[in-house]
């Protein structure tokens, strides 16, 4: 097994598609697209990599106890935490939800992001 884990930002393989939870859609009907690249549940790993994209709209985020770095590759979102101002992220643009964090997570135009999320 190699410790070197290249991953791919246009994968070649089908992701997993899905939609938000009914409780967590603010506004539209987002479809999001997983290419999940490194992870193995049933080894127990708590460190997940690959490639997430969503369509247009408007989502409740909740971290809980995951801790989440995001690199976007292409598009452009708007996360507002409660209580606090919006923030805008475009193509090259990295970020972390930590931890606890809450908001909203609002796709303007179809992002592609990279992703690391440590359970």
């Given at each position: ?18 939609t ?5 859609l ?21 460190v997940?990599?690959g ?15 995951t801790?989440?770095?995001?690199h ?5 979102v ?9 923030v ?14 809450t ?7 179809t ?9």
């Open positions: 097994m190699s410790l070197l884990k290249t991953i791919d930002t246009a994968p070649p393989f089908a992701p997993r598609e899905s938000p939870m009914p409780d967590r603010i506004a539209g009907a987002p479809a999001f697209k997983t290419w999940a690249q490194d992870a193995d549940a049933a080894k127990g790993d708590t997940r990599t490639v997430w994209e969503a369509t247009p709209g408007e989502t409740r985020s909740i971290k809980g106890e801790f989440e770095f995001c976007i590759l292409s598009g452009i708007e996360i507002t935490p409660d209580a606090g101002e919006p805008v992220y475009r193509a090259g643009d990295s970020f972390v939800l930590k931890p606890g964090f908001g909203v997570w609002k796709t303007i135009e992002v592609r992001k990279i992703y690391v999320i440590i359970d």
